[in-house]
């Protein structure tokens, strides 16, 4: 692959190009993503997310930013827990995922920031927050280094990067996933977005996405320190935490 090409999918395209593909995928999903999620992942996406909160070592008076944080999941679920003393932040680089996840959290009575941005150029000073998240967005980034980079940066010293995301599944489950994400879930988005196109680019995203203890390698090649993984549903998602030190 020359240095101006990168995936999209099984496809090759122009680095410049794929963030507009990203952008289309989305917004033809957006207004049935949750719907989706659940459908998709018979609900999981909700533990999944759960442990995710769990393992922030988020408290009251933290200042939180979500990355590609979509509909809002885990900026609702942060604004609870940090209070009126702390801050969370929603980013998206989709202005229809934004926007539906900005109304949604003013829906619930959380009035929380949000920023439309590219992770690879956040818009937010060094030091700035004690936990950066991304669930479910890294594999769509061009540069995933360089957008790794860019989390650490702004998280504060002893601040930490949770990274959620689809991996590599146990081996003697894939035969029966790759079914399922090929066979299944375009059929399904078809039926409830009326778009196959933009599932099967979910489920060919997720065989490009780096494995586990390479994107273990890819956070510490950026200055994350204290790596670690955890596997969910057989290493069909898995949580990477990182520290800034």
């Given at each position: 692959?020359?240095?101006?090409?990168?995936?999209?999918?099984?496809?090759?395209?122009?680095?410049?190009?794929?963030?507009?593909?990203?952008?289309?995928?989305?917004?033809?999903?957006?207004?049935?993503?949750?719907?989706?999620?659940?459908?998709?992942?018979?609900?999981?996406?909700?533990?999944?997310?759960?442990?995710?909160?769990?393992?922030?070592?988020?408290?009251?008076?933290?200042?939180?930013?979500?990355?590609?944080?979509?509909?809002?999941?885990?900026?609702?679920?942060?604004?609870?827990?940090?209070?009126?003393?702390?801050?969370v932040v929603l980013t998206d680089i989709n202005n229809a995922m934004l926007s539906r996840?900005?109304?949604?959290?003013?829906?619930?009575?959380?009035?929380?920031?949000?920023?439309?941005?590219?992770?690879?150029?956040?818009?937010?000073?060094?030091?700035?927050?004690?936990?950066?998240?991304?669930?479910?967005?890294?594999?769509?980034?061009?540069?995933?280094?360089?957008?790794?980079?860019?989390?650490?940066?702004?998280?504060?010293?002893?601040?930490?990067?949770?990274?959620?995301?689809?991996?590599?599944?146990?081996?003697?489950?894939?035969?029966?996933?790759?079914?399922?994400?090929?066979?299944?879930?375009?059929?399904?988005?078809?039926?409830?977005?009326?778009?196959?196109?933009?599932?099967?680019?979910?489920?060919?995203?997720?065989?490009?996405?780096?494995?586990?203890?390479?994107?273990?390698?890819?956070?510490?090649?950026?200055?994350?320190?204290?790596?670690?993984?955890?596997?969910?549903?057989?290493?069909?998602?898995?949580?990477?935490?990182?520290?800034?030190?």
């Amino acid at each position: 692959m020359s240095d101006n090409t990168t995936h999209f999918g099984f496809q090759k395209v122009n680095e410049s190009e794929k963030a507009r593909k990203v952008a289309e995928v989305f917004d033809s999903v957006a207004s049935r993503y949750d719907l989706m999620n659940d459908l998709m992942s018979a609900g999981l996406h909700r533990l999944w997310k759960a442990f995710t909160i769990a393992q922030s070592g988020v408290r009251e008076g933290s200042r939180v930013l979500d990355i590609a944080g979509g509909t809002g999941d885990l900026s609702l679920a942060f604004a609870k827990k940090v209070g009126k003393s702390g801050q969370v932040v929603l980013t998206d680089i989709n202005n229809a995922m934004l926007s539906r996840g900005r109304d949604r959290l003013l829906d619930k009575g959380y009035p929380v920031p949000a920023t439309q941005c590219n992770a690879e150029f956040i818009p937010f000073k060094d030091d700035t927050f004690d936990c950066v998240t991304v669930a479910f967005g890294l594999r769509n980034m061009t540069h995933k280094d360089h957008a790794l980079a860019e989390m650490r940066r702004v998280l504060k010293p002893g601040g930490r990067l949770l990274v959620l995301e689809f991996s590599h599944v146990w081996k003697p489950l894939a035969p029966l996933y790759d079914f399922y994400s090929f066979n299944v879930i375009p059929k399904v988005g078809q039926l409830v977005t009326q778009d196959a196109a933009s599932y099967q680019y979910l489920a060919e995203s997720i065989r490009m996405h780096p494995d586990q203890e390479t994107l273990k390698g890819i956070m510490e090649s950026v200055g994350l320190e204290k790596v670690e993984y955890f596997n969910l549903s057989l290493g069909i998602v898995a949580l990477h935490r990182g520290y800034k030190f």
